[in-house]
């Protein structure tokens, strides 16, 4: 497993801007693919986005398709989640999750799938 802490959240306008960042410490995370997951009031986590180790293929929930992007830093052990044109329905606890396995063939969108996650990191949009 990895340690991860997230950072970023906060409180924006409908239609504005966040970057979150995640920082991992341990020598795998070249090795793993990285997720972002969300989870708002009353509803079960939900997978937001992933990347792959290299960072050549991601994934995106079609709720955030076109408006969130996913990079990664592989020298500074940190994955980014830029936030656009967010909506009231965005506002969640954020959460990034670290996969093992850097040999599936595509990126997993199962909880089950992460074995290290952050604290958390809330973002709230108001309308």
């Known amino acids: 497993q990895v340690q991860l802490a997230e950072s970023g959240g906060g409180l924006v306008q409908a239609g504005g801007s966040l970057r979150l960042s995640c920082v991992v410490s341990?020598?795998?995370?070249?090795?793993?693919?990285m997720g972002w997951f969300r989870q708002a009031p009353g509803k079960e986590r939900e997978f937001v986005g992933g990347i792959r180790w290299s960072g050549s293929v991601t994934d995106y929930a079609d709720s955030v398709k076109g408006r969130f992007t996913i990079s990664r830093d592989n020298p500074k052990n940190t994955v980014y989640l830029q936030m656009n044109n967010l909506k009231a329905e965005d506002t969640a606890v954020y959460y990034c999750a670290s996969d093992p396995r850097s040999d599936r063939a595509t990126i997993s969108r199962r909880l089950a799938d992460f074995d290290s996650w952050g604290q958390g990191t809330q973002v709230t949009v108001s309308s």
């Open positions: 341990g020598r795998t995370f070249n090795s793993r693919a």
